[in-house]
């Protein structure tokens, strides 16, 4: 059966559910993925987004070599010219350009492919919690099949400037030895236009690298809510064949909490269904006593968290109001329930919350036990990028039956370091059940830490591309400025004989390299509006154009620009007016 076919009978199923069960049923469709496209969903817009940068690179690269191969192609203008001469066709002359441009652009693919396969490792450990899990990311022959084509491509369409430039050469000009070193306007118009065009890239790349670094810094500086420092966690999956019946899973979890709780260097210990900032959770319907829903469909909802007495104490929760669950809130005594403060907020505004009654279920059941809210704490957070749902915690021995607890997260406050009671965890667990499993021993702050490990890995992987990008440009600025010094060597002579200081000399070649990377960087920066759009939705709590980011990647394009100018131009000053005079 193809996506679509099942897509087609899901949604038919709907339908006739929905016109068999109207009163419940209504406005309820399938949603209908493959198991590719539910994997990728949550990483596949980053990857783009870092396929796209990548492209920019690969841009600016290829950019800078078609620069430095017309500078070379000047260098042999009277060589280009011999062979012409001699009766060398233009498309002798066009495909000898073309296959040194294309083996140069395959030893530099050759080299990436060593580079690659060197930085790949470092980059899936980075990534690790980010990509899917079974992504298979590495070194296959259809990655080298896509770099050589690429490369051949590349090397073909960035030498064809150089190429069209040698075979169109004046015989007479470039054979003339006095005249063999001049580079007509439109070569530098030329060389002008790529070096703009390799710093708007750069531009480009480092507004977006810098939105996203502004945008983690604040996403990392988010309070969770609660003290993650010094809490060990650890998850405990329950099996149901084992502890089949509630009461004795409820007596089973009690005694590990105990028992763990009573560990040298442990001050306290708790459990629950779902950690906190860990993007999992479960969401239930729930009434309000004397509030009945008109109808089925006007049910409301809040995350639901099932927790052991101390938890909550445990992490440190703030109690805002109220008391929290005592070792005698049992299942044969009055069901109590603690929420949260936007829970207070959104469903008993203007009111206190406190010894009111919810009923978990879209309506009202007689079967169903009435809770009543005993306590206010506050907000937590289950995604630092998000603000804090509304919850309700559940005492441990008074969940239903009917939503069985098969598995808990244990988590313990320690007076030390977290990570050297490890061992000491998973033996009282075996000291009760040898055969008991614990997984993903780890610190509150490492899982915290896993939270955004999504964000960080793309602003790390566009500030690594950022970065080269940059490098590339300077590289490219400092070759189109050495060569037009060593071009305009005579004219440089001239003036200096005419009086022209050192000084003067070196703020003219700067200047001439300032006015193409200031040109560079306006043309990026209006670029960088749209990148910035496109990055909306991995931004948090920063603007699309922020005023401080654009500043500070202009300032350091533009200092980078004036380094890469600078040798050039003290070169310039160096000129000795009687040897340039004498020039050829």
Avoid at 139 to 154: N, R
Avoid at 214 to 224: C, G, I, N, T, Y
Avoid at 235 to 250: F, G, Q, W, Y
Avoid at 438 to 466: D, G, K, Y
Wanted: with cysteine; charged share 15%.
């Amino acid at each position: 059966v193809t996506l679509e076919q099942a897509r087609s009978e899901m949604t038919t199923i709907a339908k006739r559910l929905e016109m068999q069960y109207p009163e419940f049923d209504t406005g309820t469709t399938a949603l209908v993925n493959s198991m590719q496209a539910q994997l990728v969903q949550n990483i596949r817009p980053a990857l783009l987004m870092i396929l796209g940068a990548v492209g920019f690179v690969l841009l600016i690269a290829c950019t800078n070599v078609a620069n430095l191969l017309l500078a070379r192609a000047t260098a042999r203008k009277r060589e280009i010219a011999v062979r012409t001469a001699i009766g060398a066709s233009r498309w002798r002359v066009v495909r000898l350009v073309l296959t040194e441009s294309v083996v140069l652009s395959i030893i530099g693919a050759a080299l990436g492919l060593l580079l690659a396969r060197a930085a790949v490792p470092p980059l899936l450990l980075l990534g690790a919690t980010s990509l899917p899990a079974n992504a298979g990311v590495g070194m296959d022959s259809t990655v080298l099949l896509f770099t050589t084509v690429l490369a051949v491509l590349c090397g073909m369409l960035f030498g064809l400037a150089p190429a069209l430039h040698m075979a169109g050469l004046d015989l007479r000009s470039a054979l003339n030895e006095t005249d063999r070193g001049a580079v007509g306007s439109g070569v530098l118009k030329l060389r002008g236009v790529l070096v703009v065009s390799e710093v708007a890239l750069a531009m480009l790349l480092l507004v977006g690298a810098g939105l996203l670094i502004r945008s983690f810094d604040r996403l990392s500086r988010v309070e969770a809510g609660f003290s993650v420092d010094h809490i060990l966690i650890a998850d405990l999956p329950v099996s149901p064949a084992a502890h089949p019946n509630k009461e004795e899973r409820d007596n089973y979890f009690d005694r590990i909490i105990e028992r763990i709780a009573a560990l040298p260097g442990v001050r306290s210990a708790g459990a629950a269904t779902f950690l906190p900032v860990s993007g999992a959770g479960s969401i239930i319907h729930f009434n309000i006593q004397d509030r009945p829903p008109k109808s089925p469909h006007e049910y409301v909802m809040a995350n639901y968290r099932v927790v052991s007495r101390d938890y909550l104490k445990t992490l440190g929760i703030p109690l805002v109001n109220g008391r929290l669950m005592a070792d005698a809130d049992r299942e044969n005594t009055p069901a109590v329930v603690v929420i949260n403060a936007t829970m207070a907020k959104t469903f008993f505004p203007n009111e206190s919350p406190l010894g009111k009654h919810i009923q978990l279920g879209a309506t009202p059941d007689k079967d169903t036990p009435w809770m009543e809210i005993i306590g206010v704490v506050g907000d937590v957070k289950q995604s630092l990028a998000s603000e804090a749902p509304t919850e309700m915690y559940v005492p441990l021995r008074q969940s239903l039956k009917d939503l069985p607890v098969f598995g808990v997260s244990l988590v313990l406050r320690t007076s030390g370091d977290p990570r050297t009671l490890s061992n000491s965890l998973t033996g009282a667990v075996h000291e009760i059940d040898r055969n008991q499993p614990l997984v993903r021993l780890r610190t509150m702050e490492e899982n915290v830490s896993s939270s955004v490990s999504q964000p960080r890995f793309r602003t790390v992987l566009l500030a690594i591309l950022a970065g080269i990008a940059l490098l590339i440009a300077a590289v490219g600025i400092y070759g189109v400025m050495a060569f037009s010094v060593g071009q305009r060597t005579r004219e440089i002579g001239t003036r200096m004989a005419l009086g022209s200081t050192p000084g003067q000399i070196f703020k003219l070649v700067i200047g001439n390299g300032l006015r193409l990377t200031l040109l560079g960087v306006l043309i990026g920066l209006a670029a960088g509006i749209g990148f910035a759009k496109l990055l909306s939705s991995f931004l948090f709590q920063v603007g699309l154009m922020e005023p401080l980011t654009i500043i500070a990647v202009s300032t350091l394009l533009i200092g980078v620009a004036l380094i890469a100018c600078y040798i050039p131009a003290w070169r310039a000053t160096r000129v000795d007016p009687t040897v340039a005079l004498r020039y050829e």
